[in-house]
């Protein structure tokens, strides 16, 4: 007994996007973006910090990262941990001494957990994105009520403990429920990075006002290369060096392009890779023609350059 006919039959179906979250366009065809300066490359870096609980109990599949072995899995949370106690400064430290700015994703638990490390963010001048409750609750399945408080609640508590407005959000793991843009919009978030299907920022369709959709490729963290495809320090290097080129490169001077980073403390803030991170900074700062931005100056042009065009 086949499939009836009905079952393959899609509304949407159509020549380019077959949803409505997004018009689909080359980037060829794009108006271009202009870069303070005109700069020819926008160069953002994101740190997760995380919570991962020792007894996670979120229905699978969970956000990468989380414990693997019986209860209680010292091994990983603690590894995790060191993230947050040590990791985060030597990132930390490498950013200030070359004057680049950087985005900071925190689940709302860190608030609780260690608020000494909201008061280091908060000092290093970070911009504070949205990042869920912690690394045990995905939200591709909560129902959509639940889905909207856990959005509340990470927002307000990270908002009145970093004392910013929070507009930008990475949902834990990237996971999503069909509604969570909806969701997000209407708590007031301008930006998220939970797709990672451009290179440049776009404008997503809600049932509230758009987001911008900021690209942020999971390709380049430093927990998937290294942790997951299981490629060494020195490889990890070189694949940051050969896509930054690639962007710098990709860019001229009246058509902008970003290039984004997303790492993780207890990843790349081990004493065997921060120098790694080091070693790309130098190789960035030696290029002209960079522009070191923060998510929301970022947004901020592309916001106004799209409402000129």
Excluded at 67 to 75: A, G, I, V, W
Excluded at 120 to 133: M, N, Q, S, T
Excluded at 274 to 281: D, H, R
């Amino acid at each position: 007994m086949g499939l009836d006919k009905s079952y393959l039959e899609y509304p949407l179906r159509r020549y380019g996007m077959d949803h409505d979250r997004y018009d689909w366009s080359l980037m060829s065809e794009r108006q271009p973006l202009v870069w303070p300066d005109n700069c020819k490359l926008a160069f953002w870096i994101n740190i997760s910090v995380q919570f991962f609980p020792l007894n996670p109990e979120s229905p699978q599949p969970r956000p990468p990262g989380g414990m693997t072995m019986p209860y209680p899995d010292l091994r990983h949370f603690s590894l995790r941990d060191y993230g947050n106690r040590i990791g985060i400064y030597r990132i930390l430290d490498a950013l200030e001494v070359r004057n680049i700015p950087a985005s900071c994703a925190v689940n709302a638990q860190i608030t609780e957990y260690a608020p000494y490390l909201i008061q280091a963010l908060r000092d290093a001048g970070v911009d504070f994105l949205g990042h869920g409750l912690d690394m045990d609750t995905p939200h591709h399945s909560l129902s959509e009520a639940r889905e909207r408080e856990i959005i509340r609640q990470s927002v307000d508590s990270l908002s009145e403990a970093s004392r910013q407005d929070i507009t930008g959000w990475i949902s834990p793991g990237r996971f999503e429920s069909p509604v969570t843009p909806d969701l997000l919009s209407e708590a007031g978030i301008q930006f998220f990075a939970d797709w990672v299907n451009d290179d440049m920022p776009y404008i997503f369709k809600t049932r509230k006002k758009p987001l911008v959709s900021m690209p942020l490729p999971t390709e380049l963290e430093d927990r998937f290369v290294m942790l997951e495809n299981l490629h060494s320090e020195t490889s990890y290097g070189e694949q940051l060096k050969d896509a930054f080129e690639w962007m710098y490169n990709d860019a001229t001077e009246e058509n902008g392009r970003i290039f984004s980073l997303s790492i993780h403390p207890w990843v790349i803030g081990q004493p065997h890779r921060i120098g790694v991170l080091e070693n790309f900074l130098d190789y960035v700062c030696q290029h002209k023609g960079v522009w070191f931005a923060k998510p929301s100056e970022i947004v901020e042009i592309f916001n106004k350059q799209e409402l000129i065009n």
